[in-house]
């Protein structure tokens, strides 16, 4: 049973930095991707950052040269180090796991099709 619980969330100022973590269970990672997604107030939920089974990461244009994802296979940990915070990365972030196919692809930000196991979920707020 895949289970994911996310942390480090919080209130910072625009430009500073905050790194999420999400300890993760019952997680296959040579078929699974793992990734973030957020939502905003009113908004549709998108993909953020994903790294595939080979640790390659992908990103969704808006977040690009700010925020990095990795994988500590070894603590079963993902992370999201998100610097030069801006106004508009205020959401709800949400760890998750899952992919597109038996091969467990990641799909390409801001789509999140296929990522199907989520946590609850850890809010980021950036005041300007």
């Known amino acids: 049973q895949v289970q994911l619980a996310e942390s480090g969330g919080g209130s910072v100022q625009a430009g500073g930095s905050l790194r999420l973590s999400c300890a993760a269970s019952?997680?296959?990672?040579?078929?699974?991707?793992m990734g973030w997604l957020r939502q905003a107030p009113g908004q549709e939920r998108e993909g953020v950052a994903f790294?595939?089974?080979?640790?390659?990461?992908s990103y969704v244009d808006s977040v690009k040269g700010r925020f990095t994802i990795s994988l500590d296979k070894t603590k079963n940990t993902l992370f999201l180090q998100m610097d030069n915070l801006k106004p508009e990365d205020t959401a709800q972030y949400y760890c998750?796991?899952?992919?597109?196919?038996?091969?467990?692809?990641?799909?390409?930000?801001?789509?999140?099709?296929?990522?199907?196991?989520r946590g609850k979920g850890t809010l980021v707020t950036i005041s300007s």
């Open positions: 998750a796991a899952g992919g597109v196919g038996s091969g467990g692809y990641c799909p390409n930000p801001p789509w999140h099709f296929g990522m199907d196991y």
């Open positions: 019952g997680v296959t990672y040579s078929r699974y991707c």
């Open positions: 790294i595939d089974r080979d640790g390659s990461p």
